[in-house]
């Protein structure tokens, strides 16, 4: 999966730092002038790069006067790594991570910015880092992304917006299929149900055979589930921890009698043999095998962030064109879509510890500061300009409707080694969405060339059918001294709510006799404990201050 969310997220057409030109932070200072500042660094490093050999490497320590010294992991075994690295003591003075392999997690960074390990940044920060500083000024959520409850900030994150990340749970439909029976494309959740009957019992692949799979997805993330898409005509359904903000109030929405009837509706799809048994149990690659079937198409439709998740998008691909985004279903109580942060993954990639002279802390945060440039960041996740990423030409078009192009990709050649000019998703720092709609791309949406904006364009159809109050868990921090009691919490409630809506689905539980045992179930858990501890976290957040 990670593959899949690497080609469809982080790729070079995902660096996005801000497109205003900012204040070259190369300045006289640390290691400006005398000697390279020597600096040990925690790196993971992709198969593809050599650190020490990069081009962007070597592009920081000729424009900071440094020199790394990299403890270079490979992604395999990241995070046991890390780990052994600061219970030996025997660390270094920067961790530069992945946040997608691994990163330090919240409750890493209050517990080891408590011990003294992690060095505040706010300091540093005001001196030294006016990239950092104007985005922290500009955008409330990146500010409370990474300022502890105490005020501090004990590391910087990855803050990728990514647009179509941030409505995972869309739904791809066969348009062939719609096509081939005379159908539209559904706009309510019966309109639906009549689609996939049809899907089901007319025979839209033509075999002569009952072998069609109306509709199926997996059991991880980006959007596979398909209880969301379908819940949303209902209730809202985050497909995380299924919590709502009414009112400024954390609430669920697992014990909402919506909820009941968004169960009914899809224990009904799935009474009908409408919805394949194993999008509740299969993985990524089971699902994949049902959209690319050998001998012939089956699917109908296929949840998911994207549709390479189900079928390849590769050039000279039998299926990929067929599929086609629904719209959220308009059901008894709305029309809502799932939505978050983007894809943001609360934590902090890069900490420096008490390890780190004052010379080196300073060259640190420049060097992370200029990844917060268009020019500093582009080079970082994508590779350098004129290797990587050109200018513009006139005539070509970005990404965002309406946004003048800035960066243009260069595609990498068959054949020819690794380019090693840039970090990749070690480098990847601040990626608002204004950016990457900046980025010239193709307009045939099924050139995978152009993935990027068919996923784009299908997203539009997501957007702003998100509920008016949504609850930001990506922004928030849990009181340090009830993490524990949180995250038991959390995982005990989620899995309670998930496994009960399996069981009601598939009728091992009954929906009228079982749904008050249920709710009471919850209470058990402490639900209301839970909430409580949210909307602490919540209230005391920097993103309401």
């Known amino acids: 999966m990670c593959s899949l969310i690497l080609a469809a997220c982080t790729s070079t057409q995902e660096a996005s730092p801000s497109s205003k030109p900012t204040t070259d932070t190369a300045s006289p200072g640390a290691g400006q002038t005398g000697k390279p500042v020597q600096i040990s660094v925690f790196a993971q490093q992709a198969n593809d790069i050599d650190l020490n050999t990069n081009l962007f490497t070597k592009h920081l320590e000729s424009k900071f006067n440094a020199k790394f010294k990299f403890d270079v992991i490979p992604y395999d075994g990241a995070k046991e790594k890390r780990q052994i690295s600061l219970a030996s003591g025997d660390y270094p003075e920067a961790y530069m991570l992945t946040a997608y392999i691994d990163q330090f997690s919240q409750a890493d960074l209050l517990k080891f910015g408590k011990q003294g390990v992690l060095l505040p940044l706010n300091d540093l920060i005001n001196q030294y880092a006016p990239n950092i500083k104007a985005a922290m000024e500009k955008d409330a959520t990146f500010k409370s992304f990474i300022t502890a409850p105490d005020g501090k900030i004990y590391g910087l994150g990855s803050y990728t917006q990514c647009f179509h990340c941030s409505y995972p749970n869309k739904m791809w439909i066969n348009t062939s299929w719609l096509k081939k029976l005379n159908l539209e494309m559904p706009k309510t959740t019966e309109d639906f149900r009549k689609v996939l009957q049809a899907f089901k019992k007319n025979d839209p692949n033509g075999n002569g055979k009952a072998d069609e799979v109306p509709l199926s997805g997996s059991t991880e993330d980006f959007g596979v589930r398909v209880i969301p898409f379908l819940m949303n005509g209902f209730i809202y359904d ?308």
Not at 446 to 462: H, M
Request: hydrophobic share 35%.
């Open 238 to 545: 985050d497909d995380r921890n299924y919590l709502n903000l009414v009112n400024g109030k954390a609430d669920t929405v697992a014990n909402k009698p919506e909820w009941k009837e968004g169960l009914t509706y899809i224990k009904s799809l799935y009474d009908e043999g409408l919805i394949d048994p194993g999008a509740f149990t299969q993985n990524a690659e089971a699902f994949k095998k049902i959209g690319e079937n050998g001998s012939g198409q089956i699917l109908g439709a296929g949840a998911g962030m994207h549709p390479a998740i189900f079928v390849n998008i590769d050039k000279g691909n039998k299926n990929s064109a067929d599929y086609n985004p629904v719209p959220p279903l308009t059901g008894p109580h709305g029309s809502l879509s799932t939505h978050d942060g983007g894809g943001l993954i609360p934590g902090a990639k890069f900490v420096i510890t008490n390890k780190a002279s004052q010379e080196a802390q300073v060259t640190l945060i420049k060097m992370v500061d200029y990844m917060f440039t268009m020019e500093g960041q582009t080079n970082a996740a994508s590779g350098m300009e004129g290797i990587d990423w050109r200018k513009p030409k006139e005539g070509e078009v970005a990404l965002g409707k309406g946004v003048t192009p800035q960066i243009a990709t260069i595609p990498a050649i068959d054949g020819q080694p690794p380019r090693n000019a840039g970090w990749s998703g070690m480098g990847h720092f601040y990626q608002p969405k204004e950016y990457r709609d900046s980025i010239v791309q193709g307009t045939d949406v099924y050139d995978s060339a152009n993935y990027e904006r068919r996923l784009y364009d299908a997203t539009l159809l997501y957007q702003g059918h998100e509920p008016k109050e949504l609850f930001p868990m990506w922004a928030i921090w849990i009181d340090p001294a009830l993490t524990d009691e949180a995250s038991i919490l959390q995982t005990n409630i989620k899995n309670y709510i998930e496994q009960s809506a399996l069981q009601f689905i598939t009728g091992n539980k009954d929906l009228n006799k079982d749904w008050d045992a249920y709710v009471k179930g919850l209470d058990n858990l402490k639900l209301g404990r839970y909430l409580e501890i949210l909307q602490k976290a919540y209230d005391s957040a920097a993103i309401k201050k």
